[in-house]
Structure formats: structure tokens, C-alpha cells
Nanobody, 119 residues
Framework: QVQLVESGGGLVQAGGSLRLSCTAS????????MGWYRQAPGKQRDLVASFTSGSVTNVADSVKGRFTISRDNAKNTVYLQMNNLKPEDTAVYYC?????????????WGQGTQVTVSS
């Protein structure tokens, strides 16, 4: 298992920036995939950005060119740098870690951090 703790959310004006952090309870080096998802009120939880242990990254079209995912293996931490924020980016952002063990897929989630972008 792995516990995830997010931080860095808050209230920002449109055009501003925030950096989210997700710190894992153990090494992230061998975790199959880690990423950020978001969920706005009344909507489903959607992928924002993720990377695999092989460093393959996936970024949602809606945030390409504005958001960047990165990691610091020494700190067991994944970051989401969010620039040029828009009101439609308002959501609860969740950190995810996915492990694949044999035929099983195990997803772990953080508690979520609120991001609110005012117009």
C-alpha cells in the first residue's frame, strides 16, 4: 500500500499559477503510474496528467501547454505545476498511484486539494 498526501491548492485569480505537491509514504520509483485527476461539482473525475515508471507522460488536452507534471524520486513527491489558470480549472485535485501486481490493478488516492480560480 501507499498513502498519498496532497498540498498546494488554494484560491487564485485567472491567469495565475499554483503548484500542487503529492508526497507518498514510500518510494515512488517502482510505482507503475502516478498522476493527478480532478473532479468538479457534479462531474466525473478526469485525468489531468500522469506518468508511468518508464517516464511516459500523458496530459489532458484541456491543460496541455499550461500544466506540467514532474517528480522528485528522492523526496517521494509528484508535482503539478499549473500556469495560466482558468475558471474552468476549478475542481478538487486528487493524486493517484497505481500498482499492477499480477492480474490485479490497485489504485490509491490522496484526500484531495481544492483549487478555485476566480474570473
Amino acid at each position: 500500500q501507499v498513502q498519498l498526501v496532497e498540498s498546494g491548492g488554494g484560491l487564485v485569480q485567472a491567469g495565475g499559477s499554483l503548484r500542487l505537491s503529492c508526497t507518498a509514504s514510500r518510494s515512488i520509483y517502482m510505482i507503475n503510474a502516478m498522476g493527478w485527476y480532478r473532479q468538479a461539482p457534479g462531474k466525473q473525475r478526469d485525468l489531468v496528467a500522469s506518468f508511468t515508471s518508464g517516464s511516459v507522460t500523458n496530459v489532458a488536452d484541456s491543460v496541455k501547454g499550461r500544466f506540467t507534471i514532474s517528480r522528485d524520486n528522492a523526496k517521494n513527491t509528484v508535482y503539478l505545476q499549473m500556469n495560466n489558470l482558468k475558471p474552468e480549472d476549478t475542481a478538487v485535485y486528487y493524486c493517484n498511484a497505481r500498482e499492477i501486481k499480477g492480474a490485479g490493478i490497485y489504485d490509491y488516492w490522496g484526500q484531495g486539494t481544492q483549487v478555485t480560480v476566480s474570473s
